[in-house]
C-alpha cells in the first residue's frame, strides 16, 4: 500500500477548493497516518508549460507547506493528467511490488479521475477516501456536485473503492511493515 498525493500544489491549493478546510485537514492526518505506519508517502506534481504558475520554478509548483514531502519522499512531475504515463511512477510501484493505492489530492474532475482509471488499468487497487480530493466550481457543475459525481457514481465499485475517511485512517493505522 502506498499514498500518492496529486498535484496538491501552492497555485491551486487555496480555500475555493469545495470544502477546503476539510480537504486539508484530511489530507494532512492521512499523510501522517501513513508515515507513522511506514507507509511510502509518493507525491506527483503537475507541470503545465511556460506561462503557468504550475511551471516548474514558479512558486506556484511548488507542494503546498501544510503537505510538504519529507526529505526522503519521492516526487514525480508529470505534464499530462495521468502520473503513470512516462513519469517512473509505474515502474517504480512495479519494482516495490505495490498492489493497492490510496489516492488524495487534486482535482477531482481532472488528474485524481484520470490517476484512478489509469491505476485501476495497470492493476491497482484503488482506494478513494472521503473528502481527501476536491476541485473548483466549473462552468457545468458546482465543485460540490463535480466532487459527489466522481466519488459516490463514477469511481466507487468500479475503478475504486470510496471509503469513510475513518476507514482509511485504520486501513493505514494498521498496516505495519
Not at 19 to 24: H, I, P, Q
Not at 124 to 139: A, C, K, L, P, Q
Not at 147 to 154: H, L, P, S
Not at 156 to 164: D, L
Request: glycine residues 8%.
Amino acid at each position: 500500500m502506498v499514498l500518492l498525493v496529486v498535484d496538491t500544489q501552492k497555485a491551486i491549493v487555496n480555500n475555493k477548493l469545495y470544502n477546503f478546510d476539510l480537504f486539508v485537514s484530511h489530507v494532512k492526518e492521512m499523510i501522517d497516518t501513513a508515515r507513522q505506519n511506514n507507509i511510502e508517502v509518493i507525491y506527483v506534481r503537475h507541470d503545465d508549460g511556460t506561462g503557468s504558475e504550475l511551471t516548474k520554478g514558479n512558486d506556484g509548483f511548488e507542494i503546498y507547506d501544510g503537505f510538504k514531502p519529507a526529505d526522503n519522499e519521492i516526487i514525480f512531475n508529470k505534464s499530462v493528467n495521468s502520473a503513470f504515463r512516462d513519469t517512473g511512477l509505474l515502474e517504480h510501484l512495479k519494482r516495490k511490488n505495490e498492489n493497492t493505492i490510496i489516492i488524495v489530492g487534486l482535482q477531482t474532475g481532472y488528474c485524481i479521475d484520470a490517476n484512478i482509471k489509469a491505476g485501476f488499468e495497470h492493476g491497482f487497487g484503488m482506494i478513494v477516501s472521503e473528502n481527501t480530493n476536491s476541485t473548483f466550481d466549473n462552468r457545468f457543475m458546482s465543485a460540490e456536485k463535480t466532487y459527489k459525481y466522481y466519488n459516490e457514481f463514477i469511481w466507487n465499485g468500479g475503478y475504486a473503492k470510496y471509503v469513510s475517511f475513518d476507514e482509511a485512517i485504520g486501513s493505514t493505522a494498521h498496516k505495519r511493515s
